[in-house]
């Protein structure tokens, strides 16, 4: 087992008798792309500044390069770079002074030109902080994470308010640093962002870790109901309906047949082997689908499953810890 | 890009490299906003020749005051002196300087410096000094400008005016990082300061100076860090006495709100 270079152990912090974090734990390899996702007021920020030493921990520990950031938090500032969620320049500092300005602050800092370059900011390096685009500050502010050449760098809500072609232009950029050694924390709402980048991710709800894993490994360890969503020529739906609902009947792999929104598809939910049950029946009824797909599963079917409800990304801070209290 | 970085030490928990470039930038940022050197710079000037060329009868020699006093044969303009200074004093300390600080806070931008090894510490040192090179231009270039249009006597004890001029700072620049400290954000920084820095200028002789100033004002103003100020230098420019009162209220008001200002002051 690889040494972990990010450590946070039954991390616990409350605001008076709000518990924003009641208990997480996770550990972060060398290399990775590692998540912490879940819905805004989750205490995924507060578990992230708790970690770079901005709030002080109730209890638990938390250690970056094997230091405790709690105790002694100047000795890793060197080697962690942050990316808070607000915009924090002066509006009228241009991208490249303030690029110049937090290079001088590390002792082996990146070069300033190479990250405009790698963030595409080049042609706006002369350009103040206030006339930038959303997705430019959002460059520039992980171009400030990684000026300092940082071991860990933590990103928080980085793609919140972009547009759909800003946020994949940043997911790639977000790999390109990653294959450049950083080892990122990623902090995010989105759970097609997290499915997309994290190579491990914890999922956070009120407080503590609901689950835990590879994006895939927690949707393949869903419950093995499988759906197909079967649809047919307009002529041949109400036959099939009857040959798929008597099929269910009988058939133990198969469980039910539900509406799948338009008259002429039909959703079928079985076992992990209820496509060969399936097509046996269609053929012996000689009835031909038009199109046959299978339903994907994805995070928000693991959020579902571990919490019993549906996510919600901007359910609101008081309800979730409500929720963390009870 | 990081395996050459050499493994942490727990040696360093704060740490001022960069501070130079710090400066610089911040300078040059400041620069930038019109208002914030035009008030620390020129204002002090435009009020001395506004008042001294607007208002009739400012260049001419006092002769009501009784021939054996200080101010007989001095011009009016002449006695309002120390208070453009005091009031050079009071602008970048009060008006500019925690509206700076405020906005940086609410912005979050001492709570980014934070998570660097710059100390956030690093950027209120930057515009104290900003301020405080402002603040000395500002007079200097009210001195230069007063004196080439009107013409002023020497003053008596110069040493004392630089040291009223010193301190007078000392302890404007405690009260600005008061406001500094306990204003939520910008707006409440600038509401406050606006609320101190009025009352202020009138204790320090703006619409009254040196000694046409009433008695009850002159008594209330004593005891002020900028009444102190331009009363000290008033004192100190005209006349023979030694204002110790006034200075030791300036050392008071530092020695005591400083470390009020640094254990209010808030980060983010």
């Known amino acids: 087992m690889v040494q972990p270079i990010v450590e946070v152990r039954n991390l616990r912090k409350t605001y008076g008798d709000k518990v924003a974090v009641d208990d997480v734990s996770f550990a972060v390899e060398p290399g990775e792309i590692f998540g912490i996702l879940g819905p805004n007021g989750a205490g995924k920020t507060t578990t992230v500044e708790t970690l770079a030493g901005l709030r002080h921990a109730d209890g638990g520990t938390v250690r970056v390069l094997g230091i405790d950031t709690q105790r002694n938090p100047g000795a890793v500032r060197d080697h962690l770079g942050v990316q808070l969620q607000e915009a924090a320049l002066h509006d009228k500092i241009t991208v490249g002074e303030a690029l110049r300005l937090f290079a001088a602050f590390y002792d082996d800092p990146a070069d300033p030109d190479e990250l405009l370059e790698l963030l595409d ?51 790639d950029l977000v790999e390109r640093v990653r294959a450049t050694g950083v080892t990122i924390l990623l902090v995010t709402h989105f759970m097609d962002e997290a499915e997309r980048l994290c190579d491990r991710l914890v999922v956070i709800d009120g407080g503590r870790v609901v ?26 739906a109400p036959r099939a309906r009857g ?40 053929a012996e009824a000689d009835l031909v689908p038009e199109d046959v797909r299978t339903v994907t599963k994805s995070l928000e079917d693991v959020f579902l499953a571990v919490t019993g409800r549906q996510y919600d990304p901007q359910a609101g801070d008081a309800q979730q810890l409500e929720g963390a209290r009870s | 890009m990081t395996t050459t970085a ?97 906005t940086y806070r609410e912005k979050g931008v001492l709570r980014r410096l934070s998570t660097t090894p710059m100390r956030p510490q690093g950027i209120v040192v930057a515009h104290l000094v900003i301020n405080a090179v402002t603040t000395v231009v500002g007079a200097a270039l009210a001195l230069v400008v007063g004196q080439l249009v009107f013409g002023f006597v020497a003053p008596e004890q110069l040493g004392v005016v630089v040291l009223s001029f010193v301190l007078g700072m000392a302890a404007m620049f405690t009260l600005g990082m008061l406001v500094a400290a306990v204003a939520p954000r910008a707006s409440a920084a600038n509401a406050i300061a606006m609320s101190l820095y009025f009352p202020m200028l009138l204790l320090a002789g703006l619409w009254t100076p040196g000694p046409i100033m009433p008695e009850v004002l002159r008594q209330i103003g004593q005891f002020t860090p900028l009444g102190a100020a331009a009363q000290s230098m008033t004192t100190a420019w005209f006349e023979q006495g030694f204002p110790l009162l006034q200075l030791i209220v300036m050392a008071v008001w530092t020695v005591v709100a400083l470390p009020v200002a640094i254990r209010l002051f808030r980060w983010s």
Do not use: C, K
């Open chain 2, 6 to 102: 050499p493994a942490p030490t727990a040696a360093r928990t704060g740490s001022w490299r960069g501070f130079g470039r710090l400066l610089r930038t911040e300078t040059a940022v400041w620069l930038r906003d019109f208002a914030a050197p035009f008030f620390g710079i020129l204002f002090p000037t435009v009020i001395l020749l506004g008042v001294g060329l607007a208002i009739p009868g400012m260049r001419d020699p006092i002769t009501d005051a009784p021939p054996d006093s200080v101010w007989y044969g001095l011009t009016p303009v002449a006695t309002y002196l120390p208070t453009v200074l005091a009031m050079a004093v009071g602008t970048a300390s009060l008006t500019v300087m925690p509206v700076t600080i405020a």
């Open chain 1, 121 to 171: 900011l080049t042609p706006h390096a002369g350009v103040q902080f206030a006339r930038l685009s959303g997705g430019q500050r959002q460059r520039l502010s992980i171009a400030l994470a990684l000026v300092g050449n940082p071991r860990v760098a933590i990103l928080d809500e980085l793609t919140t308010g972009l547009d759909p072609q800003a946020r994949r232009s940043t997911w």
């Open chain 1, 243 to 282: 040959v798929l609902d008597e099929l269910a009947a009988r058939h133990p792999d198969v469980l039910r047949v539900d509406d799948a929104g338009a008259a002429t598809e039909v959703a079928v939910t079985g076992s992990r082997r209820v496509l060969f049950a399936l097509v046996p029946a269609l």
């Open chain 1, 211 to 236: 689950a835990e894993g590879t994006p895939a490994g927690l949707i393949d360890g869903l419950e093995s109901e499988r759906t197909v969503v079967v649809r047919f020529a307009a002529e041949d």
